[in-house]
């Protein structure tokens, strides 16, 4: 019995420049970021502003978060994004003030375009606006928008735009309830 495989030819749409800051960033992580205790805070803002990630005051990412490209990463003041979270950041990652991404959660901006038969990677941006919520492990695609004090419950599995003030929950993610508008807004 005889196996043929083709090899896929695409050719990365991610420049030189980019893979070797990944490099870097991956042994820099691997070395001064993940192991860093709980406390240091200001240490891993520190790194992450270093390759060039965009944050605000008081912005908290925890040790264990995966970032992929830290100069896709824009966060506003007193964001935080928790343990185990996966920011697949291949295309830019925005996220508004007082925005909680917890634990697990995947925010992934890049797929591939499955109408090509070679399958070449297509990115677009995230962007969760202010005082939003997203829960526990959910999964948020590539081009959604989280509206201003939207909450994402916990497993969801974001396809679609999310307005201000919904609430939104299941796989996929669909609206049960929405918040009262003084809640939404930012103080």
Not at 61 to 68: K, L, M, N, P
Not at 151 to 167: F, L, M, R, Y
């Amino acid at each position: 019995m005889t196996f043929t495989f083709e090899l896929n030819q695409a050719r990365t749409p991610f420049s030189v420049r980019n893979r070797v800051g990944r490099l870097l960033w991956w042994g820099v992580g691997g070395l001064f970021f993940k192991p860093s205790p709980r406390n240091l805070g200001a240490w891993r803002r520190f790194l992450l502003r270093s390759f060039g990630a965009d944050l605000g005051r008081q912005v908290q990412v925890y040790a264990s978060a995966r970032i992929w490209a830290p100069w896709n990463l824009q966060m506003g003041d007193f964001s935080c994004m928790d343990d185990d979270v996966d920011c697949y950041n291949a295309d830019r990652v925005s996220i508004g003030k007082n925005v909680i991404v917890s634990r697990g959660t995947c925010l992934c901006t890049a797929t591939h375009d499955h109408t090509d038969p070679a399958f070449p990677v297509v990115t677009r941006p995230i962007i969760v606006h202010d005082n939003a919520w997203i829960a526990a492990y959910a999964f948020v695609l590539p081009g959604v928008a989280i509206g201003a004090g939207a909450v994402v419950g916990a497993c969801s599995v974001v396809t679609h735009d999310v307005s201000p003030g919904e609430i939104v929950a299941g796989n996929p993610a669909k609206t049960i309830a929405f918040r009262e508008a003084s809640v939404v807004r930012l103080k």
